[in-house]
């Protein structure tokens, strides 16, 4: 499983790690410009504000540190139980799928004659949007049928 699916759903993303270089950027920077200011004189008002600046900078850059380690712990734990699932599913005996496959026949859907006219419409090369047409039925409904059979088609835009 890529490692992409498993920030999908978490609040980790791209957008976070940028704003997070930025902050730390932006910090680097007015620490920088802080220890230059101070071996040049800078009206007191400035050097206040700039060292509130820093150290709000600070405990934000602390504060989105631990959120990304508690995410990056997240992260290595869905990582661990995947690679244990996988392992359990690795050691399950094939012969019990086999089993299942000769006890469980898979059903057909093709029961209803409407069902079986759209699989031949489109066995013949229709479209989704020609059957609906003929068979004066919704798109929507062909494609549902069509997608069920196992013959994946284009959902309309």
């Known amino acids: 499983m890529p490692i992409v699916t498993l920030f999908a759903d978490s609040e980790f993303g791209v957008r976070e790690l940028l704003l997070a270089g930025g902050a730390i950027g932006i910090g680097v920077l ?7 200011s101070r071996k040049r004189e800078v009206p007191g008002h400035a050097r206040d504000g700039a060292e509130k600046l820093t150290r709000e900078l600070i405990d934000e850059l602390e504060a989105r540190a631990e ?36 006890v469980s026949p898979e059903p057909t859907m093709i029961t209803d004659p409407v ?3 759209v699989c031949a419409m489109s066995d013949d090369g229709l479209n989704p949007v020609d059957i609906a047409r003929m068979l004066q039925m919704p798109t929507g ?17």
């Not at 007015?30 to 230059?36: A, F, P, R």
Request: proline content about 2%; overall charge positive.
């Open 115 to 117: 069902h079986r006219e």
């Open 30 to 36: 007015l620490v920088g410009w802080g220890l230059l």
């Open 67 to 102: 959120r990304l380690e508690r995410l990056i712990e997240r992260a290595e734990n869905a990582i661990s139980e995947l690679r244990e699932t996988e392992q359990r599913a690795a050691a399950r005996p094939v012969i019990a799928e086999a089993k299942i496959r000769q």
């Open 141 to 157: 409904q062909v494609e549902l049928i069509l997608n069920l059979r196992g013959r994946r088609v284009a959902v309309r835009n």
